[in-house]
C-alpha cells in the first residue's frame, strides 16, 4: 500500500472544498446586500436629520411687508429673513430699528421676532413713561443702561434674547445673573 491518498478522495475532497467556497462566497454576498440596504437606509436618515438640522423655523411679524412663519437656513441672520419677507413695510419704526435691532443677528429655531411700527413705538413710550417701569422687550439701550447692573455687554445679550415672555427669562436666557435679576426686577415689566 502506498502512503499517497487515493485519487478518488483526492476529487471528493477538492469538491467539498469547493462546495464550501461556494457557501461561504455565497453566504458573505446575501449579507453585503444587507449592509448596502442598512447602509442607504442610514445615508437617507442621516440626510433627513441634516436637513432637519440645517433649517429653522422663524415667526416673523410686524412692521414687515409679509409677516409669517418662515422655514430657513439654520445659517441665516435676521436681515436675511427679513429680506425674505419682503423687507420693512412702510410703517415701520426705523428709529427703534437702528436703536435696538441688531440686524447681523444670528436666528434660533422657534424664535418669535416682532418688528415695530412707528404706531406701536408712540404707544409703547407712553406707557413705559406713565408707569415708571422698563419694558423688557422694547426698551432702548440707555433705558437698560440706567438699571444697576446693567452695561454695554448685557444690553447686547438682552437684546438679542428679544423677545421675552416672562421677566423670568432674563436669567432663564442667561441674560442677568440672579443677584443682577433680584436687584431690578421690580422696575420691568412686559
Not at 433627513?48 to 410686524?62: E, K, M, P
Not at 421677566?167 to 441674560?175: A, D, F, R, Y
Request: hydrophobic content about 40%.
Amino acid at each position: 500500500m502506498s502512503s499517497e491518498i487515493p485519487e478518488k478522495l483526492k476529487i471528493v475532497a477538492f469538491l467539498v472544498f469547493l462546495v464550501l467556497l461556494f457557501l461561504i462566497g455565497y453566504t458573505f454576498f446575501l449579507n453585503s446586500k444587507d449592509i448596502d440596504k442598512y447602509s442607504s437606509d442610514s445615508v437617507s436618515e442621516s440626510t433627513h436629520t441634516q436637513q432637519s438640522i440645517d433649517q429653522i423655523v422663524v415667526d416673523l411679524s410686524g412692521a414687515v411687508s409679509n409677516p409669517g412663519v418662515y422655514r430657513i437656513g439654520s445659517d441665516m441672520i435676521l436681515v436675511d429673513l427679513i429680506e425674505k419677507s419682503g423687507g420693512f413695510s412702510e410703517d415701520v419704526d426705523k428709529n427703534y430699528i437702528d436703536k435696538n435691532l441688531n440686524l447681523a443677528r444670528k436666528l434660533n429655531n422657534a424664535e418669535k421676532i416682532y418688528i415695530p411700527r412707528l404706531s406701536d413705538n408712540q404707544t409703547l413710550g407712553v406707557q413705559n413713561v406713565s408707569s415708571g417701569l422698563v419694558n423688557i422687550n422694547t426698551a432702548s439701550d440707555s433705558d437698560l443702561d440706567k438699571l444697576a447692573g446693567v452695561g454695554p455687554a448685557t444690553i447686547e445679550k438682552w437684546k438679542d434674547a428679544r423677545p421675552f415672555g416672562s421677566i423670568n427669562e432674563l436669567v432663564s436666557k442667561s441674560v442677568l445673573s440672579q443677584t443682577t435679576f433680584e436687584g431690578i426686577k421690580d422696575k420691568l415689566t412686559l
